[in-house]
């Protein structure tokens, strides 16, 4: 697992390595992975946007945007907790990913940004 704290929101995330898959006769790794955004400010915070980028060993760099996260706009009052769970395909066994969102303040209604650590997408190795 690995974590950051931007601004008071702590960011956790791991990932884990799901199985491959064909499509359009070409094979994909899939990976899922878990995100644990907590709130150890004093301030009321919301999620808006999401940013990543995605790094394939065996592909060009795929840059993700959109509006909240699976959907939601999670708020976060002091000390609360949103987690999620998402998954991406990559056309190499190894990759990794990073990124950041998009928060508001509701105190002060400015935006910021709250930085996702790079974390490892990697096929798990077979051990005896």
């Avoid at 990559?90 to 509701?106: A, C, D, E, H, Q």
Wanted: aromatic content about 14%.
């Amino acid at each position: 697992m690995v974590q950051q704290v931007t601004n008071g929101i702590k960011v956790s995330v791991k990932s884990n390595f799901e199985g491959t898959s064909y499509r359009n006769y070409r094979l994909y790794y899939a990976f899922s992975y878990q995100v644990t955004i907590e709130n150890q400010s004093n301030e009321t915070v919301q999620l808006l946007a999401r940013h990543w980028k995605i790094f394939d060993s065996l592909n060009n760099t795929e840059i993700v945007e959109g509006s909240g996260v699976i959907g939601k706009k999670p708020i976060l009052k002091p000390s609360e907790v949103h987690t999620y769970t998402s998954n991406c395909f990559l056309t190499s066994p190894i990759g990794s990913m990073k990124g950041y969102y998009n928060m508001v303040n509701f105190t002060t209604s400015k935006m910021f940004k709250v930085y996702i650590p790079t974390f490892q997408l990697m096929v798990s190795s077979i051990h005896n």
